[in-house]
């Protein structure tokens, strides 16, 4: 998803890679956790967790550590953030 984002990042923003990756760790959280109805809730309120997560750091640390090139929008870096905090979330949480 983030190397589909950086090739599309100039004809457009990475809204729908965003959109396709929340939803896939809603599903895997999900699935994690056995396909309990109630569990759902859990699922995409630690999903949406990860998504803010994302956009905080992704919005801070560039602007400490400016490591980023410069034609990589800020839309970009807060996407690149937000998919290794979705990974962090679908991989480590039970």
């Known amino acids: 998803m983030a190397g589909w984002a ?9 809204a729908f890679q965003m959109a396709i990756s929340f939803g896939l ?8 956790r056995g396909k309990n109805k109630d569990l759902l809730g ?14 905080l750091v992704g919005s801070i640390f ?3 550590i400016p490591i980023f090139p410069s034609a990589w929008g800020p839309e970009l870096i807060l996407s690149l953030f937000s998919f290794v905090a979705f990974f962090v979330f679908a991989t480590f949480l039970k």
């Open 62 to 64: 560039p602007v400490y």
């Open 42 to 55: 859990k699922a995409f309120v630690n999903a949406f967790v990860a998504l803010l997560l994302g956009w």
């Open 6 to 14: 950086i090739v599309q990042s100039t004809s457009s923003g990475p």
């Open 25 to 32: 760790t809603v599903y895997f959280l999900h699935e994690k």
